[in-house]
């Protein structure tokens, strides 16, 4: 059974049908990439696996158990969590109170405790600037912390929505460097990404979407090497 398994989906947005019979798989363990241009329905997947817009039609099931009657915090209760588009860190908190709200469903105080030395392992920068307001981070910081403050959720699966818009070549390197060490580390990933090289370099397996339906599946490697996908998102002739 695959941990995270996607039927037939259907997601509006008012009369506006986003996501047109979506379905997807990720089995424990892997990265998956969901890739396409923008408009095609790659967010609008992540938040209907997360409870932000619930889907009209179809089942979302996380091993086995169907979360579409699910709010957002249970789901997140359930073990999925999300790095949103953007970032969305609280600016005007500090690193550390941005890191605790990860946390704020959990009640076992060693383990959070534990975990927030896992996250500083894995992003010393951020220890570094603990009480520093999170605002006032550079973008590649803000990722980092976003990062970390969903880890702290302990998530099962971690949705990762665009993790590398707008930073630096240099430190989309990195970001990616610390998605592989987060999966190697037990956590399954399904990576929304633009960069659709990048994403497909990490992945285990891939999907493309356009317009609001599943084109394309295969394994990252025989994606890289389709013609189609090499012209229309990898921009190579």
Do not use: W
Request: aromatic content about 4%; glycine content about 10%; proline content about 3%.
């Amino acid at each position: 059974m695959p941990m995270l398994d996607i039927h037939d989906i259907h997601t509006y947005y008012g009369n506006i049908h986003a996501l047109k019979g979506v379905s997807l798989t990720v089995e424990e363990g892997e990265i998956v990439t969901l890739i396409g241009s923008n408009g095609a329905g790659k967010t609008t997947t992540l938040r209907s696996i997360c409870g932000l817009q619930k889907p009209r039609r179809g089942s979302i099931l996380l091993h086995g158990e169907d979360l579409v009657a699910y709010k957002p915090h249970q789901i997140v209760e359930k073990g999925v969590a999300m790095v949103p588009e953007g970032r969305g860190i609280f600016a005007r908190l500090t690193v550390a109170e941005n890191l605790d709200l990860g946390a704020y469903i959990r009640r076992d105080r060693r383990g959070i405790q534990e975990d927030l030395e896992h996250v500083y392992g894995i992003f010393p920068r951020l220890k570094e600037r603990t009480r520093q307001v999170a605002g006032t981070l550079s973008g590649g910081e803000q990722q980092m912390l976003a990062t970390g403050r969903a880890l702290m959720a302990q998530p099962r699966l971690l949705l990762m929505d665009e993790p590398s818009m707008g930073l630096a070549p240099l430190l989309v390197d990195a970001i990616f460097d610390v998605i592989q060490t987060i999966n190697r580390k037990g956590t399954t990933i399904l990576l929304v990404e633009q960069n659709a090289l990048m994403a497909l370099s990490i992945a285990h397996r891939g999907y493309v979407i356009q317009t609001g339906e599943i084109v394309l599946k295969d394994t990252a490697a025989n994606l890289k090497n389709n013609e189609t996908v090499r012209k229309a998102y990898l921009g190579i002739e």
